[in-house]
């Protein structure tokens, strides 16, 4: 009898090694995909069906569940009282279960009672979550939207500061005979905490300086977005490389959260160094020096000493945050340059201050003065020597998706300066500088990119503006086919001596052929002017782009169009905007 009985058990265990084994098909009808989704992932005939070792009575067994597992899926859908069919028939070396269903007529939301009660009853982000809900009168009972608005509520009570938050009465009222459901959530806010005192691990800063770049007053109310925001904040000050925002223990008796940050400083120095070559300045080299924090102030500073065929410069900042610590400060600058500007040499020193604010909207706005000593010496001309005061203004803006290599993004610019004799100037003069860069993409493999530049210069005597306020164009990133700064107004010993006006417009296509490989196609047209007028330049050619973690490198050439000209080879590294 033990034998028997140990025999019964094994096969119907489907554990008899001489028993047929087979993986089992399962075909559903009747419900949409999102609940034969669910369906599927509910069934155990579905989930174990796939192995080969199910014997015969195995399967039989797991499907004798099918009806009542079916059921249970389709309730969260509001289909309580489904009717169901279902067979089980065994086709070469597989099993096929067939379930075929008729959903009958769903459960209808026929009443929503959600109150808000206590202190946070008029709390608008909590009154949002409230009207954000699909859930309506008439319209098809989901348990998955009463589930994700009764979390919500609880989830952003606590994200406000409402830490004693709790359901006073929570139901989903299901009578199937009517088919009909009611949802009941009454959420007790209780009382709104505030922000207790703040410690911030750190010795670098000035305490006030640090208040400043936190922003969470004492005392504020408590919310999850401030404690955020300040986090970014400190990262965004460059003064710490890590920071960890905690949350303490609500006090019940003062309604107080304490909040505890720690923070690691970044290295007080950097050291930037760097070697490559372009077409447009020839093999160059750099040596940067940033000072991070150099007091308890926040002040901080930075060198650079670049070196060129073209270009040799060395500058230094210093930099005060006032105000808003993240998005103001003053800027003293000051630069030595010597500088090849087509024809033209120019020597110059440059000292100034700039007061630098983040406005509305991600606009950068730099409202500066300048005091400029140029010397400028043309071929063939006695040198000319200016020494003046040169206010202006300058607004930014960029949104891209990806800094390096954009995909979607754009990127303005205007610049407006001026001086007069008044300020040591030669001569009268006002200069507007504007640019503006598109990016878009389509699909994986496809950039596109428009450029355009327009300057506008107003200038009593030409002759004796510093070479630097004048306009060129042609080369890497102008118009390409034609070499660095080649193309303005000649004198009458043709030489380049730039223009009072600049026009620019570029249009490039970009197709990727593999991994970080691109191949593009562009046409460039611009010229520097003396009288505003479209008397432009045209070129056309193709790049071999790569994608580097420090920019595009750009490997091209270009040839005029406008003009009997050989081909040109273009090189350069620069971000798409």
Request: glycine share 10%; net charge neutral; proline share 4%.
């Amino acid at each position: 009898m033990q034998r028997i009985a140990l025999f019964l058990l094994l096969a119907c265990c489907g554990l008899l090694p001489f028993t047929t084994h087979a993986s089992v098909r399962v075909e559903i009808s009747g419900v949409d995909s999102e609940v034969e989704e669910n369906i599927r992932a509910t069934l155990t005939l579905v989930r174990l069906g796939e192995r080969d070792n199910l014997s015969e009575a195995a399967v039989r067994r797991l499907h004798g569940r099918v009806r009542s597992e079916t059921r249970d899926a389709m309730r969260p859908f509001g289909f309580y009282r489904p009717r169901i069919e279902s067979q089980l028939q065994r086709q070469g070396e597989e099993w096929l279960a067939t379930v075929q269903i008729d959903p009958g007529e769903p459960v209808l939301v026929s009443g929503i009672d959600v109150r808000l009660v206590g202190e946070g009853e008029s709390d608008e982000r909590l009154l949002a979550v409230i009207a954000q809900s699909p859930m309506r009168v008439g319209r098809r009972l989901r348990h998955q939207e009463h589930d994700r608005l009764r979390n919500n509520l609880q989830s952003v009570a606590a994200r406000r500061g409402y830490f004693d938050a709790s359901f006073e009465q929570r139901r989903l009222e299901v009578d199937v005979s009517e088919r009909t459901a009611r949802v009941v959530l009454h959420l007790h806010t209780g009382p709104r905490y505030r922000f207790g005192h703040v410690t911030t691990d750190q010795g670098i800063l000035d305490e006030a300086l640090l208040a400043r770049i936190i922003d969470i007053p004492e005392g504020d109310f408590y919310s999850t977005g401030a404690l955020l925001r300040a986090q970014y904040r400190l990262t965004d000050s460059l003064f710490f490389a890590s920071v960890v925002v905690e949350t303490g223990t609500p006090d019940p008796e003062t309604l107080t959260v304490p909040i505890d940050i720690q923070t690691t400083p970044t290295p007080r120095q950097r050291i930037r160094t760097g070697i490559g070559y372009a077409t447009d300045t020839g093999l160059r080299g750099t040596l940067g020096v940033d000072w991070r924090r150099l007091n308890k102030a926040g002040h901080s500073a930075s060198t650079l000493l670049r070196l060129s065929e073209k270009l040799s410069e060395f500058s230094g900042r210093y930099r005060i945050p006032i105000g808003d610590p993240i998005n103001e400060r003053l800027l003293f600058r000051g630069s030595m340059i010597y500088e090849d500007l087509a024809d033209l040499e120019s020597r110059r020193l440059e000292l100034g201050v700039a007061h630098v604010t983040q406005r509305g909207g991600g606009w950068q706005r730099t409202v500066y003065t300048d005091l400029l000593e140029e010397r400028t010496r043309t071929p063939g001309a006695p040198e000319f020597e200016d020494l003046l005061v040169l206010p202006g203004i300058s607004m930014e803006k960029l949104v891209a998706d990806d800094i390096l290599l954009t995909r979607r993004g754009f990127r303005v610019r205007g610049d407006l300066r001026g001086s007069q004799q008044f300020l040591g100037s030669s001569t009268d003069f006002l200069r507007l500088e504007t640019e503006a860069n598109l990016v878009r993409s389509i699909g994986d493999d496809w950039r596109f990119f428009l450029r355009s530049m327009v300057g506008i210069g107003l200038v009593d005597g030409f002759s004796t503006l510093p070479a630097s306020q004048r306009f060129f164009a042609g080369g890497d990133n102008s118009v390409r086919g034609y070499s660095f700064n080649s193309l303005g107004p000649v004198d009458e010993n043709g030489n380049v001596i730039g223009g009072r006006h600049l026009v620019f417009g570029s249009i490039e296509v970009e197709r990727r052929v593999w991994n970080r490989v691109a191949l593009a196609a562009f046409v460039d047209a611009g010229n520097a002017l003396d009288v505003f007028e479209l008397d432009l330049e045209a070129s056309a050619g193709a790049a071999f782009n790569i994608h580097t973690p420090i920019g595009t490198l750009r490997l091209g050439a270009a040839r005029s169009i406008t003009e009997s000209r050989g081909w040109r080879f273009h090189l350069s590294i620069r971000p798409d905007l």
